[in-house]
C-alpha cells in the first residue's frame, strides 16, 4: 500500500503518455485508414494501386521497425530529427492505418449494390451517396474490428520504450531497478493496462450500438447501459491478410 | 548514397537474423496452436474454465512486450533469452489462437453432439473423431493469420536481447554507421517474408472458406 501511494503518480505520467500515444496513433490511423480505404473503392486503378501498396507495405512491416526507421534512419537520410513521440505516432498510425484501410475498403464493398443502384436513380453525386448512403451502412460494419485495432494499438504503444519515450511500461522499469521489487512494480503496470484496454472495449461497444440505432437496428443482447458489460468478444486480433 | 558495398557485407548477419527470427515464429507458433487449443477445450468446463478465461483475457488484453520483459526478468538468469521469448510468444498467442478454436467448435452442428452420445462414444472419441475435426478445418486459414502476426511481433525480443532481425540491423548498422541500410533493409527482408506468406494464406483461405 506504501509502495502504492508513493509510486502513483509517476505510474499515472506514465499511464498519460500512452493515452497521448493511442489517441494520437488511432487519430492518425482513423484519417489514413478512411483516405486510403476509400481510394481502394473508387475506379480509377491508380487509386487502388496506391491502396495496395500502402496496405501491404505498412501491414507487412512490424510497427517497430517502422518506428526505428524513423528514429534512428531518417535524420541520417534528411538531417531532421523527429520527436520520438511523433515518430512513435507516426509508425502506430501507419501500421494501424494500413490494417484500418483494409477494413474500410472491404465494409464499403460489403454494402449491397442495390444501394448503390438507388443513388444512381436519385442522381445522387459521388459525395452525396458516399455521405448519406454508403458510409453509414459501412460504418456500422466496420466498427467492430476498429474496436479491436484500437485494443492492438493500445497494446504496441508499450513498444516505444525502446525508443526513450517513458510511457507506462518504461515506467515499470523505472519502478522495478529502483526498489527491486519487480512483481509488484510490473503487476501495477499490467493492471492498468488491463484497465486502459476495458475502458476502449467499453467506448467502442457504446459506438457501436449508436452506429446500430442509426440504421434501425436493435443492439446486440438487448438495449441499455448493462449491455455494455457482457462478457467482451475481443476475439479476433483482426485485418492481417484477407 | 545508398551504399551497395555494406549492403553486401551486412546481409550474411542480417539473413541470420532472419533464420533467428523465422525459428522462433515456428517454435512459438506450434506451442500457440496446442496451448490455445487446450485452453479452448477447458474452456468449456464450469469453473476452472472461467478461470482459464480471464487469464487468457488478461493476456490479450496486455502488451506482449511488457509481458515478455516481466518474464524475462522473473525466470532464472540460465534460462536464455530466446527460450523465455519463444515461450511467451506461444502463450500470448494462444490466448487469440483459443478464441479461433472456440469459434470453431461452437461452429459444429448440435447434432453432431448427439451423434457421439448415441453411438456411446467416449469423450476423447467425441472430440478427437467428431468435433474437433470438423471445428479445425474451418479455421485453418484464420489460424494461418496469426503466424504473420507473430513473425511480425518477433522484433519485440529485441527488448530482452534475443539476435533476431532487428537487433542484428542495429548492431551492424551501429558498427559501420550505415543506419539507414541497415533499418531500410530490415523493412525489405520483412516484406519479402510477410507478402508472399500473406498470399499463401489467402489461397488457404478460398480453398478451405468454401467447404
Do not use: C
Request: charged share 15%; aromatic share 12%; no cysteine.
Amino acid at each position: 500500500m506504501e509502495f502504492l501511494e508513493q509510486q502513483l503518480p509517476r505510474y499515472a505520467d506514465g499511464a498519460w503518455i500512452t493515452i497521448q500515444l493511442t489517441v494520437g496513433g488511432a487519430a492518425l490511423a482513423f484519417v489514413l485508414a478512411m483516405a486510403i480505404g476509400i481510394l481502394g473503392t473508387t475506379r480509377f486503378w491508380w487509386a487502388r494501386a496506391i491502396t495496395t501498396v500502402f496496405v501491404e507495405t505498412f501491414r507487412g512491416i512490424a510497427a517497430l521497425v517502422v518506428m526505428f526507421w524513423f528514429v534512428f534512419a531518417f535524420p541520417d537520410l534528411t538531417g531532421f530529427e523527429l520527436d520520438p513521440r511523433f515518430a512513435a505516432i507516426l509508425a502506430l498510425g501507419l501500421n494501424v492505418g494500413a490494417y484500418g484501410a483494409e477494413v474500410v475498403r472491404a465494409a464499403i464493398n460489403a454494402v449491397p449494390p442495390s444501394q448503390v443502384e438507388a443513388t444512381v436513380a436519385l442522381n445522387y453525386s459521388w459525395t452525396q451517396r458516399m455521405r448519406l448512403v454508403v458510409l453509414p451502412q459501412a460504418w456500422a460494419q466496420m466498427l467492430p474490428t476498429f474496436g479491436n485495432l484500437v485494443i492492438e494499438l493500445m497494446k504496441a504503444t508499450a513498444v516505444v520504450y525502446l525508443v526513450g519515450i517513458v510511457d507506462l511500461t518504461s515506467v515499470a522499469q523505472q519502478i522495478r531497478s529502483a526498489t527491486g521489487q519487480t512483481f509488484v512494480a510490473f503487476g501495477v503496470a499490467f493492471v492498468l493496462y488491463y484497465l486502459l484496454a476495458q475502458v476502449l472495449i467499453l467506448g467502442m461497444r457504446a459506438l457501436e450500438n449508436r452506429a446500430g440505432k442509426k440504421l434501425g437496428r436493435a443492439p446486440t443482447g438487448g438495449g441499455g447501459i448493462l449491455s455494455l458489460l457482457r462478457p467482451p468478444s475481443v476475439g479476433t486480433k483482426v485485418g492481417v491478410a484477407k | 548514397m545508398w551504399d551497395f558495398q555494406f549492403t553486401y557485407e551486412a546481409m550474411p548477419d542480417l539473413l541470420s537474423g532472419i533464420l533467428t527470427t523465422i525459428q522462433l515464429t515456428l517454435i512459438g507458433y506450434s506451442i500457440a496452436l496446442v496451448l490455445g487449443l487446450l485452453v479452448a477445450v477447458v474452456r468449456r468446463t464450469p469453473i476452472i474454465g472461467g478461470i482459464v478465461h480471464f487469464v487468457m483475457e488478461f493476456i490479450r488484453t496486455t502488451p506482449l512486450i511488457i509481458q515478455v520483459v516481466f518474464v524475462f526478468l522473473m525466470t532464472p538468469a540460465d534460462i536464455s533469452a530466446f527460450t523465455v521469448g519463444v515461450v511467451v510468444l506461444g502463450v500470448h498467442y494462444a490466448a487469440y489462437t483459443a478464441e479461433v478454436y472456440r469459434s470453431g467448435i461452437e461452429g459444429v452442428a448440435k447434432g453432431q453432439w448427439e451423434a457421439a452420445r448415441a453411438l456411446s462414444l467416449s469423450t476423447g472419441r467425441t472430440w478427437g473423431a467428431i468435433v474437433l475435426p470438423q471445428a479445425i478445418r474451418k479455421v485453418i486459414p484464420a489460424l494461418g493469420n496469426y503466424l504473420i502476426s507473430m513473425f511480425k511481433d518477433t522484433p519485440l525480443l529485441f527488448a530482452i536481447g534475443v539476435t533476431e532481425l532487428l537487433t542484428q540491423a542495429q548492431r551492424v548498422g551501429s558498427e559501420s554507421f550505415r543506419v539507414v541500410e541497415a533499418y531500410t533493409l530490415v523493412g525489405f527482408l520483412f516484406l519479402a517474408v510477410s507478402v508472399p506468406s500473406a498470399i499463401i494464406i489467402r489461397r488457404l483461405e478460398k480453398r478451405y472458406a468454401a467447404v
